[in-house]
């Protein structure tokens, strides 16, 4: 049996593929690329259907954060000509989040830049849930606001929240390469918070670093281990005036390669391509569905995105459909167990002490597939800066957002 039928079969019982087999989907070939995609294709319809889960962005609060990500617009230093605006009141973040729920968005993600929230924050964001569930009673509210002290995700489970996002973004081995005003291990502290408080964990990664191939399986496996119910994959936007803004190392074929790799690694949770999509993807975007089961409609924090009618029309070309609002989007085993992948005992959570789940430093070895291998490294995409476009409208402007 070759490395895809055997990816194939995996996903199906949900059980983790060794680092090497996530590994070799990274390093297969462009020629390889529809091979690949077709694979993890059919977990992904096993698992979700033909479905596409739309969520929307609020910018509660944007710019001027005391933390320096690398990657980041918002960060500690940047030069990045982004919006720059302090926090919205309920009526203004209800009004913003109206216009992505009636594009067809079933969860709504409140965003506000800096290290972490205070008391009085958490006041102001639950005001805000409260204000939106009162206008849209099924919508689901994820908050995202940094750093979580004890107690706090508590309170916005009690205000109305159903879920929390917090990325590990990359690898433990390399996070402070990325970050130096907090660690890895805070930001693992948070989602752990997350799921004690009874929210939804939403944790993913950001590729287009200039990281390896290790990293990326290394932030992967961690992510299976952390167990959220949600994967958000974003492709890095190289932004002007940030320390990362001449990394340019994506193509279209290494998107969707990392997309695959991630569903067959958490088969059964809702993988999301967030971030960057437009730009790194591009024309082949449509393709990308059949991997991840869940995109943002419209903008997103301080850049622009596709138009949200263009976001509709590519779904239902693709032959997809858009999520209802009475849908569940999880597999029924994960929502009677309140758990996601990799929390069962027969799924393999990640954790497993055999040679097979190692350190992920392997050259490719062990792997029984008939796929090409990439002998060499792709080249780095040409740089495409007229993609990325500052969000000028929306949240925190008095121009109607993109939705």
Same mark, same amino acid.
């Given at each position: ?80 000509? #982004? ?88 690898? !433990?081995?390399?996070?402070?390469? #990325? ?45 299976? !281990? ?105 597999? !029924? ?48 995409? !040409? ?21």
């Amino acid at each position: 049996m070759d490395l895809l039928n055997t990816l194939v079969d995996k996903g199906l019982r949900r059980e983790l593929p060794t680092r090497d087999e996530a590994l070799a989907v990274l390093a297969t070939s462009d020629d390889d690329v529809l091979d690949v995609v077709a694979a993890a294709g059919k977990v992904r319809r096993h698992w979700f259907g033909r479905r596409v889960k739309l969520n929307y962005l609020v910018n509660l609060k944007s710019g001027l954060c005391p933390e320096d990500c690398s990657y980041c617009s918002q960060r500690l230093g940047s030069k990045a000509d #982004i919006l720059k605006y302090t926090w919205l009141k309920p009526d203004q973040a209800s009004q913003a989040a109206a216009a992505g729920l009636a594009g067809g968005a079933k969860r709504v993600c409140l965003v506000a830049s800096g290290r972490g929230p205070t008391d009085r924050d958490v006041d102001r964001v639950s005001d805000t849930i409260k204000a939106i569930k009162d206008q849209n009673e099924d919508v689901e509210v994820c908050a995202c606001l940094g750093l979580l002290s004890d107690g706090q995700a508590e309170r916005l489970r009690e205000a109305g929240a159903d879920a929390y996002n917090h990325n590990l973004n990359t690898s !433990e081995g390399t996070y402070g390469d #990325i970050t130096t005003t907090h660690t890895y291990a805070d930001r693992v502290d948070t989602v752990q918070k997350a799921h004690a408080a009874g929210l939804s964990a939403c944790s993913g990664l950001i590729a287009g670093m200039g990281e390896s191939d290790e990293d990326l399986v290394d932030v992967v496996y961690s992510l299976r !281990e952390l167990d959220p119910d949600s994967v958000p994959v974003n492709f890095l936007i190289p932004f002007e005036g940030t320390p990362l803004a001449k990394e340019w190392n994506l193509t279209p074929q290494r998107c969707l390669r990392i997309l695959a790799m991630v569903r067959f690694v958490c088969p059964d949770v809702e993988v999301r391509i967030a971030g960057g999509r437009e730009v790194h993807l591009r024309t082949m975007q449509p393709l990308a569905l059949n991997l991840a089961n869940s995109i943002f409609l419209g903008d997103y924090l301080t850049s622009e995105g596709q138009a949200g009618k263009a976001d509709l029309e590519m779904i239902a070309d693709a032959g997809f459909e858009v999520e209802g609002a009475g849908e569940v989007t999880l597999p !029924e085993h994960r929502v009677t167990a309140g758990a996601g992948c990799g929390a069962h005992a027969e799924a393999g959570c990640g954790a497993h002490a055999d040679a097979d789940a190692g350190c992920g430093s392997h050259e490719g070895g062990g792997v029984c597939g008939s796929v090409k291998v990439q002998a060499e490294q792709e080249q780095p995409a !040409e740089a495409r800066t007229d993609l990325v476009a500052v969000r000028r409208r929306g949240a925190g402007t008095d121009l109607a957002p993109n939705a």
